[in-house]
């Protein structure tokens, strides 16, 4: 039980460049989110989803595309990489989150985008 | 604007001392959760409230909730150099038909010196 798998743990790009951000996990989760944190500040909503084949979008959705074909993966991507979208990106699962079920996070991957 | 704010922003303190976080929060809610992030990792889940709760204990940690004043506090007794980290208080929120975003607060950056 591997838990939440993020790869890759660091990447650098150029602007304008694309590139996926992969995200599994083995816990037969339904709930599925992206987070970035910058500075200072918390955790921000990115995209989530509820099950394979549902997407919404969170607080900071413009810029970044996902989807889920299946239950376990739920990629991040990045359409045309801009320096705003330097951060460290988390994705987290977990069972159903509104009804206090444990959410499990991914180690992070570290987006440079110069 | 995030649900979770904390409070402070920063503490330092010698090994042994007891530290204290708050954190308050602006929407009626059904739980709030803590969670703790180490330098350079992701966040791992600490402990759960639920609004009809007004005090929780998961070993050195001791949780408190006022709903009437939206407030929550995480006291860590007995604290260790280990328990250096930062501490962040999230909240379910209800968004396209159920619980589907967690807001997080900015977080409480702990550090405990030998």
């Known amino acids: 039980n591997a838990g939440v798998t993020q790869t890759p743990k660091f990447q650098v790009l150029k602007t304008g460049q694309s590139m996926t951000l992969q995200c599994a996990q083995d816990m037969n989760h339904e709930y599925m989110s992206w987070y970035r944190q910058d500075p200072g500040m918390g955790l921000r909503l990115i995209h989530y989803s509820v099950g394979a084949g549902i997407t919404d979008q969170g607080e900071v959705p413009n810029g970044y595309n996902v989807s889920r074909s299946t239950t376990e993966d739920f990629p991040l991507r990045l359409l045309s990489a801009a320096p705003s979208q330097t951060s460290v990106y988390f994705c987290?699962?977990?069972?159903?989150?509104?009804?206090?079920?444990?959410?499990?996070f991914g180690e992070g991957s570290w987006l440079t985008v110069v | 604007s995030q649900q979770g704010e904390e409070d402070p922003q920063a503490l330092s303190i010698q090994e042994g001392e007891n530290a204290t976080m708050n954190c308050s929060y602006k929407?009626?809610?059904?739980?709030l959760q803590w969670y703790r992030q180490n330098s350079g990792r992701g966040l791992v889940h600490l402990i759960l409230?639920?609004?009809?709760?007004r005090e929780k204990h998961s070993g050195r940690l001791r949780v408190t909730l006022d709903t009437s004043k939206k407030s929550s506090s995480l006291l860590i007794t007995a604290s260790r150099a280990a328990d250096t980290a930062s501490y962040f208080c999230a909240t379910p929120t209800y968004i396209s038909g159920g619980y589907n975003k967690l807001i997080f607060g900015a977080g409480t950056r702990l550090a405990v010196h030998p």
């Open positions: 987290a699962s977990s069972l159903a989150l509104g009804l206090g079920n444990t959410i499990y």
């Open positions: 929407t009626s809610i059904n739980n």
């Open positions: 409230i639920r609004s009809n709760e």
